[in-house]
């Protein structure tokens, strides 16, 4: 389908199978191990981040409370998706277990 563009300075839109990127295909896949220690580094990343402004509070280094709670706010969503990939990651192991053969 083409969508006429209302000015010419806006481009029409491509169909999904005119976006696939020729390098999509030989990209290498992730594995699990990368995708965890990725977000369990993030995590590590963030707690420090979050200490660090927790002695600066204490200090007086620093004036602006929301960028502290912005930090917390992101080491908890971090935290919470590392949680999440582990509970996955064990309730797929444990019925890989649990399977017959």
Known sequence: MYIVPISSAI????????NVPETASAEKTPSFT???SEVYDEV????????????????GGIDD????????????????TFIAIRDAA???YKEIM???I
């Open 44 to 59: 590590q990343n963030t707690q420090k981040i979050l200490n660090q402004n927790a002695a600066d509070i204490v200090m």
């Open 34 to 36: 990368d995708v965890f």
């Open 98 to 100: 649990q399977m017959s």
């Open 65 to 80: 409370l929301h960028t502290i709670y912005n930090n917390i706010t992101k080491a908890q969503v971090s935290l919470e």
């Open 11 to 18: 481009t029409p839109l491509n169909t999904m199978s005119q």
């Open 90 to 92: 064990q309730q797929s």
